[in-house]
């Protein structure tokens, strides 16, 4: 069989040969190249990657099975269900749902994975290219990966590592909000109104006392 490469750059795991060479007919693999020669992609959680995942309410997760059909399942639950367990590893409880198993199945053949996520209020996304495997015999850990509070049954836990990863520019993303914080904003405007309706009442009240 033949033997693939070791990659030399973290962004390898996306930029193969057939990749960098269509860079290279269509003009960006020079640039590449230079980001490759400042250390690449970070291959790290860092504090602000923290941070970022922390806060999101959804992400998409991408498996393929032996026949490299691809497939992509959105994960969600409240700020805080994705969780960074070290440096390298994100975990989450995951529900019970349809009973289709295709995330698992093909985790189980191929343990490549990609975590996408799509942040439309501040107009952000991030890529995050690893491994993934679920775990479904540690109570322990699926309890303590289980968002509290959160009306949903925990039927195993995912464990992600990350190899690397990169954000993309906002161009095109459409920006959406929401709508508990439309609703706080909503909430403010309208007691912001009725605090001015009271104050007209009250001048009209004070100019009829004068008359």
């Known amino acids: 069989m033949p033997r693939h490469k070791a990659a030399i750059h973290t962004s390898d795991v996306a930029f193969s040969p057939t990749v960098k060479a269509i860079q290279s007919r269509k003009g960006s693999r020079a640039a590449y190249a230079k980001m490759e020669a400042r250390g690449s992609w970070p291959s790290t959680i860092t504090d602000e990657l923290a941070a970022f995942i922390k806060a999101q309410t959804s992400v998409y997760l991408a498996t393929v ?119 706080m904003v909503v909430a403010a405007r309208d007691d912001r109104i009725a605090e001015l309706e009271s104050e007209i009442r009250r001048f009209k009240n004070e100019d009829a006392l004068d008359v």
Not at 84 to 113: C, E, H, M, W
Not at 169 to 175: L, S
């Open 65 to 183: 099975n032996t026949s490299g059909q691809p497939y992509i399942q959105h994960r969600g639950g409240p700020p805080g269900f994705l969780r960074v367990l070290d440096g390298k590893t994100i975990g989450f409880a995951d529900f019970a749902g349809n009973r289709q198993y295709i995330t698992s199945g093909n985790l189980s053949d191929n343990p490549k994975a990609h975590l996408f996520f799509m942040d439309y209020t501040n107009l952000r996304r991030v890529k995050i290219w690893g491994t993934a495997c679920v775990v479904e015999d540690d109570a322990n850990l699926i309890d303590t990966l289980m968002p509290k509070e959160y009306e949903a049954r925990p039927e195993q836990a995912l464990l992600f590592t990350v190899v690397a990863w990169d954000t993309n520019c906002p161009q095109h993303i459409p920006r959406r909000f929401d709508a508990a914080d439309i609703a």
